[in-house]
């Protein structure tokens, strides 16, 4: 169907459908999964998802996203949720809410999200349940941060899991490796007095894969023809506008620390003074990439396996790409599962 | 200060700019022009940038002294409208105020006042919305729009590539003109620049006049809904947050004046010149920019038209416009990654985006000091506040770790010496 063509009457057919399934969708909502805040500290806030089938699994999973983006990645909608499957797999599931950080969160650091708020929600969750050690899974920059936090403490983390997580920047092939690597990050910072907006990553996001837009709005008046694919559609957009903006200095480190001087890969990374060594990360650890990553190639995430002395370590590789493996027909039918199988023979 | 030293000093600093700007011109001249047609656009843009700049700087003293007598008495008078119409409105103001009925004066203009702030704030934010986002690379601009517009532009040429498809003479990269191609890859990257260079300073020119006019409005409207009530008061703090705010004003109506000044009022029109220069500086790269994107598209074109001229021969049959469409995302967009991977690419991109930043930082400082004292809090401000928040944070949790560490110690010391006590009292039984 094409837009400059005379309209036909199939064309006129399909503008019809998309617009009266439009206008019969009020709003669209994501990240419905029932849960609680059990927990918060400024705009930080744990939650703990509510399952009225007791946990299979002793040992619960804390999730710590990424600053980037949200993590209602993770419960986009009640068929497309990781943490849905997580929970009905056995596992009792906690995840960390960053929040939206502002003017007030303009000199966090890097030291003040792992040390301080991570920290502090693996204690409050040790603690509710009366252990010494839970489990931690990392997703993406969130996943660089748990390697961080579980090479600082290792006595709090029962079982580390990362995704699609980064740990050698050195990589050519992953063009946010080679832009980050030449971003004149002070001035950029200094520039946003402070707070990076969200608009702005997410154009760098968007040229990642410069023809993707289009190819989605050429697509579009197809979907739309089914409310349900265009309710999926919506939810997925106001989740790709909702990007957060980014702590500058949180931001600027990671940017120096990780992409420019590839830091934890070396074994030179220090977090507040405290030498930040992988060999200490000695637990059960699963490792889990995405082969059509374009954003975290796998190049950068399975050299983890090496960097550390976990014993009992597995490398699981997800057929998709970044976002597949939390939406994907398969992170549904295969991952949750998979990671429950894993944890549970590790308990 | 005597005259003679005065038009000195002023020559001198003109003479100073006027070299720092055409320096400043030649050196960013000098890049890549790849033919005429572009070279006699930066040469038509230099040309009206020095016009304005001639304007703008009169570089003899002949002319300063045709042209300040006249800003300082338009100045003067302006000044003299103002405090004769704030007399006249105070006066009328306080005779229709009846005795024992300040409290519901009080009340009326502090509503007036309220609103007035929200205004301010909206018509702020409206401002820095309209005049500063479309210039930036990280606007959000709609993808639905680019991407109707870039599906309409290039249907305009597919009478045009049907024939090429079947075979027909032309130069295919450069049957559409390097302008379409810019609008049109502007479009498929989301990317837009003001069309030409000698636009770019336009914009410029008509950005900062439009801010000038703004502040005026502004003011004005402030002095005359919000000021005048409160003064009548003896609110004096309001009166002098208006008096600062004009004072500003006049700097920047006055740079030959406050080049000569230090301290805060040379620092706006340092500021304001320098987003200017910034401003200017980031349509250059954005130039480049649209540049290397339109390269990417011109390559792709001819890809595409083999690829279908192929299939056309052994078919003779015409693909759709879709077709057409889908396979030319496919090629552009690999000539596009092939661009994003290179480092040249990598540092222009920077570049683009650290002179995006560097206008909204300097407009965002001249702002704060233009509404110096004005009562509400400034970004600048909440900054420390930011700052001495999270030092507090940091500051407990190092506290809460040390009474931690305390506590486990204290408690091993306690079970230790529990046992022990426990162990010699076991072996006295014995």
């Known amino acids: 169907?094409?837009?400059?063509?005379?309209?036909?009457?199939?064309?006129?057919?399909?503008?019809?459908?998309?617009?009266?399934?439009?206008?019969?969708?009020?709003?669209?909502?994501?990240?419905?999964?029932?849960?609680?805040?059990?927990?918060?500290?400024g705009k930080v806030?744990?939650?703990?998802?509510?399952?009225?089938?007791?946990?299979?699994?002793?040992?619960?999973?804390?999730?710590?996203?990424?600053?980037?983006n949200r993590w209602e990645m993770m419960d986009l909608q009640p068929d497309r949720s990781l943490i849905r499957k997580m929970i009905s797999e056995g596992m009792d599931?906690?995840?960390?809410?960053?929040?939206?950080?502002?003017?007030?969160?303009?000199?966090?650091?890097?030291?003040?999200?792992?040390?301080?708020?991570?920290?502090?929600?693996?204690?409050?969750?040790?603690?509710?349940?009366?252990?010494?050690?839970?489990?931690?899974?990392?997703?993406?920059?969130?996943?660089t941060f748990s390697v961080i936090y579980t090479a600082l403490y290792p006595e709090k983390v029962k079982n580390l899991i990362t995704m699609v997580t980064p740990v050698d920047f050195s990589l050519d092939e992953g063009l946010l490796f080679r832009w980050s690597r030449n971003v004149d990050v002070d001035s950029l910072v200094d520039g946003f007095?402070?707070?990076?907006?969200?608009?702005f990553l997410n154009y760098a996001f968007d040229l990642l894969k410069p023809m993707a837009k289009m190819r989605k709005y050429t697509n579009l008046p197809k979907l739309a023809q089914n409310k349900a694919r265009l309710e999926n559609f919506l939810r997925?957009?106001?989740?790709?506008?909702?990007?957060?903006?980014?702590?500058?200095?949180?931001?600027?480190?990671?940017?120096?620390?990780?992409?420019?001087?590839?830091?934890?890969?070396?074994?030179?990374?220090?977090?507040?003074?405290?030498?930040?060594?992988?060999?200490?990360?000695?637990?059960?650890?699963?490792?889990?990439?995405?082969r059509g990553d374009h954003l975290v190639p796998p190049k950068c995430t399975i050299p983890l396996n090496d960097l550390v002395s976990s014993k009992d370590k597995e490398l699981y590789e997800f057929p998709g790409g970044h976002i597949g493996v939390f939406v994907g027909s398969r992170s549904q039918k295969e991952l949750a599962p998979s990671i429950a199988k894993w944890l549970k023979q590790r308990d | 200060m005597a005259n003679t030293e005065f038009f000195d000093l002023f020559v001198e600093t003109q003479k100073k700019m006027r070299e720092a700007w055409d320096g400043y011109v030649q050196n960013v001249q000098a890049p890549k022009m790849p033919n005429g047609e572009f070279r006699e656009l930066w040469e038509t843009w230099y040309k009206k940038q020095q016009e304005l700049f001639n304007d703008y700087t009169p570089a003899t003293p002949t002319e300063v002294a045709t042209k300040l007598p006249d800003l300082y008495r338009s100045m003067l008078e302006a000044q003299m409208a103002f405090i004769k119409g704030w007399g006249d409105a105070s006066r009328s103001y306080l005779e229709s105020l009846p005795v024992g009925d300040n409290q519901e004066k009080w009340t009326e203009f502090q509503k007036t006042q309220t609103e007035l702030m929200e205004t301010w704030t909206q018509q702020t934010n409206k401002l820095l919305m309209e005049q500063m986002k479309p210039f930036m690379p990280f606007a959000s601009i709609s993808g639905m729009e680019n991407y109707s517009t870039a599906y309409r532009e290039m249907f305009g040429y597919w009478d045009k590539i049907q024939e090429l498809?079947?075979?027909?003479?032309?130069?295919?990269p450069n049957f559409m003109s390097p302008k379409s191609w810019t609008e049109l890859m502007g479009n498929f990257t989301s990317f837009k620049m003001p069309e030409a260079m000698h636009q770019a300073a336009e914009?410029?020119?008509?950005?900062?006049?439009?801010?000038?006019?703004?502040?005026?409005?502004?003011?004005?409207?402030?002095?005359e809904?919000?000021?005048?009530?409160?003064?009548?008061?003896?609110?004096?703090?309001?009166?002098?947050?208006?008096?600062?705010?004009?004072?500003?004003?006049?700097?920047?109506?006055?740079?030959?004046?406050?080049?000569?000044?230090?301290?805060?009022?040379?620092?706006?029109?340092?500021?304001?010149?320098?987003?200017?220069?910034?401003?200017?500086?980031?349509?250059?790269?954005?130039?480049?920019?649209?540049?290397?994107?339109?390269?990417?598209g011109r390559k792709a074109m001819p890809e595409v038209i083999e690829k279908f001229q192929e299939e056309y021969k052994n078919t003779q049959e015409m693909p759709n416009y879709e077709a057409f469409f889908q396979s030319f995302l496919d090629i552009v967009e690999k000539h596009l990654v092939e661009l994003f991977e290179t480092e040249e690419y990598a540092k222009l991109q920077n570049d683009l985006a650290i002179a995006g930043v560097g206008v909204k930082k300097r407009m965002d400082r001249f702002m704060e000091l233009a509404f110096e004292g004005a009562p509400f809090t400034m970004k600048s401000e909440s900054e420390e506040l930011a700052k001495e928040l999270q030092s507090l944070r940091r500051k407990i949790r190092d506290l809460e770790k040390r009474l931690g560490e305390s506590q486990a110690a204290a408690t091993t010391t306690k079970r230790s010496s529990s046992k022990a006590k426990t162990a010699s009292t076991a072996k006295e039984k014995a």
């Open chain 1, 1 to 41: 169907m094409s837009q400059t063509q005379a309209p036909t009457a199939e064309y006129m057919n399909t503008m019809r459908t998309w617009f009266q399934n439009l206008s019969e969708i009020d709003h669209v909502e994501i990240a419905t999964a029932p849960r609680e805040t059990v927990w918060e500290d």
């Open chain 1, 45 to 68: 806030k744990l939650y703990h998802f509510l399952s009225e089938k007791k946990s299979t699994i002793k040992h619960p999973v804390v999730i710590s996203y990424a600053l980037v």
């Open chain 1, 93 to 143: 599931v906690y995840v960390i809410d960053w929040g939206y950080a502002g003017i007030a969160e303009r000199y966090k650091t890097m030291g003040d999200y792992i040390n301080g708020n991570l920290n502090d929600a693996m204690d409050f969750v040790r603690e509710r349940h009366g252990l010494d050690k839970v489990n931690l899974l990392g997703v993406c920059q969130g996943g």
């Open chain 1, 193 to 199: 007095n402070g707070v990076v907006p969200g608009e």
């Open chain 1, 236 to 290: 997925m957009e106001k989740w790709v506008h909702d990007g957060p903006a980014q702590a500058g200095e949180a931001y600027r480190q990671f940017i120096k620390d990780m992409y420019k001087e590839n830091k934890l890969y070396k074994g030179t990374y220090e977090l507040e003074g405290e030498k930040v060594d992988l060999k200490k990360i000695d637990m059960p650890m699963l490792t889990i990439y995405a």
């Open chain 2, 165 to 172: 498809i079947k075979g027909g003479e032309g130069n295919i």
């Open chain 2, 203 to 223: 914009n410029a020119k008509t950005l900062f006049s439009n801010y000038n006019q703004w502040l005026l409005d502004q003011s004005t409207q402030f002095s």
């Open chain 2, 225 to 296: 809904q919000g000021i005048r009530p409160f003064s009548v008061a003896g609110l004096d703090p309001w009166m002098n947050m208006f008096k600062d705010v004009q004072a500003r004003l006049d700097k920047v109506y006055m740079p030959f004046n406050h080049m000569l000044n230090s301290g805060k009022q040379s620092e706006m029109i340092s500021l304001l010149r320098e987003a200017q220069q910034e401003y200017l500086n980031y349509a250059i790269k954005g130039t480049e920019f649209q540049l290397a994107l339109m390269e990417a």
